[in-house]
């Protein structure tokens, strides 16, 4: 059974500690979502359930009837230190403490180890959980290419938005090519921000992605290649191509029928990758 506002509030308390906003603490207190969150998870006893910010565990207590293991990823040492005491009669609890990325674009070695070995074990490893705001957008994209299959996490509506925008947009950059070409990507629904304690100023969204990889070994250096583009997202693209360093950049985009002046923040997630690979797979400088 998922916690109240006030189980929660009591919790923190027995540790001695409070919502941190360096860390994008905001707990849910809505206790029907907590069970759609986790029901969206598609979880199985043979899965590895992967949950970032647990923090007091609302959450866990209900991926820990689903799930063979859940393996909880928590920074806030004196919430890790609760964790440990709440759930030490779990067998399939297990607690890494630290932060899940080791940098912008790394995950911590001890979870890309879990990861990995589950993985090779054959074991289905799916993410579910409600995501410091923080983190969440580089996180997701190194869990994908991790090879996490599913991914069912709340973030802020604006992210949200970004993950599943259409060419063209506003809400469209390199986070956008990046989800849509490693996974299939749904906005599932809007959360109030009445959901969580303390109440964030902004919407959430609980967004669910299967990793459906077209970019393999090549996400990496696509990864930077998208990155310079949209550096010069409102330039023609020939003209952000030259200056990447791409010198028959006008030619090379015409053989591709691709309109020399369109704007690089125009082209598809498909579109993108073709002109990558065209250019022979390697960053721009």
């Given at each position: 059974?998922?916690?109240?506002?006030?189980q929660?509030?009591?919790?923190?308390?027995?540790?001695?500690?409070?919502?941190?906003?360096?860390?994008?603490?905001?707990?849910?207190i809505?206790?029907?979502?907590?069970?759609?969150?986790?029901?969206?998870?598609?979880?199985?006893?043979?899965?590895?359930?992967?949950?970032?910010?647990?923090?007091?565990g609302?959450?866990?207590?209900?991926?820990?009837?689903?799930?063979?293991?859940?393996?909880?990823?928590?920074?806030d040492r004196?919430?890790a230190?609760?964790?440990?005491?709440?759930?030490?009669?779990?067998?399939n609890?297990?607690?890494?403490?630290?932060?899940?990325?080791?940098?912008?674009?790394?995950?911590?070695?001890?979870?890309?180890?879990?990861?990995?070995?589950?993985?090779?074990?054959?074991?289905?490893?799916?993410l579910?959980?409600?995501?410091?705001?923080?983190?969440?957008?580089p996180?997701?994209?190194?869990?994908?290419?991790?090879?996490?299959?599913?991914?069912?996490?709340?973030?802020?509506?604006?992210?949200?938005?970004?993950?599943?925008?259409?060419?063209?947009?506003?809400?469209?950059?390199?986070l956008?090519?990046?989800?849509?070409?490693?996974?299939?990507?749904?906005?599932?629904?809007?959360?109030?921000?009445?959901?969580?304690?303390?109440?964030?100023?902004?919407?959430?969204?609980?967004?669910?992605?299967?990793?459906?990889?077209?970019?393999?070994?090549?996400?990496?250096?696509?990864?930077?290649?998208?990155?310079?583009?949209?550096?010069?997202?409102r330039?023609?693209?020939?003209?952000?191509?030259?200056?990447?360093?791409?010198?028959?950049?006008?030619?090379?985009?015409?053989?591709?029928?691709?309109?020399?002046?369109?704007?690089?923040?125009?082209?598809?997630?498909?579109?993108?990758?073709?002109?990558?690979?065209e250019?022979?797979?390697?960053?721009?400088?």
């Amino acid at each position: 059974m998922s916690q109240t506002k006030q189980q929660i509030q009591a919790l923190l308390a027995e540790a001695a500690s409070s919502p941190r906003h360096r860390f994008g603490q905001n707990f849910m207190i809505d206790r029907n979502l907590v069970g759609v969150i986790a029901d969206s998870g598609q979880l199985q006893k043979s899965d590895l359930a992967i949950e970032v910010g647990p923090g007091t565990g609302t959450l866990t207590e209900e991926l820990l009837v689903r799930a063979g293991e859940v393996l909880a990823v928590e920074i806030d040492r004196d919430l890790a230190a609760l964790l440990r005491r709440y759930f030490a009669a779990k067998s399939n609890f297990r607690l890494l403490e630290g932060d899940a990325l080791a940098g912008k674009h790394r995950l911590n070695p001890e979870l890309e180890a879990v990861i990995i070995e589950a993985k090779r074990q054959g074991r289905p490893v799916k993410l579910v959980a409600n995501l410091p705001y923080n983190i969440a957008s580089p996180l997701v994209i190194e869990l994908l290419i991790c090879g996490v299959e599913h991914l069912a996490f709340t973030v802020q509506k604006e992210v949200a938005f970004r993950l599943k925008a259409q060419a063209g947009s506003d809400d469209y950059g390199p986070l956008t090519v990046m989800a849509q070409l490693l996974a299939e990507v749904r906005v599932d629904r809007i959360l109030p921000a009445q959901a969580f304690w303390p109440a964030p100023k902004i919407e959430s969204a609980l967004v669910l992605m299967k990793r459906n990889d077209r970019l393999g070994e090549d996400a990496r250096p696509f990864g930077q290649f998208v990155q310079t583009l949209f550096a010069s997202r409102r330039k023609m693209l020939r003209k952000a191509l030259q200056q990447a360093g791409y010198e028959d950049a006008e030619g090379l985009l015409q053989s591709l029928a691709i309109d020399p002046q369109q704007r690089p923040e125009m082209l598809a997630p498909g579109e993108l990758l073709r002109l990558y690979r065209e250019m022979g797979g390697r960053p721009l400088e």
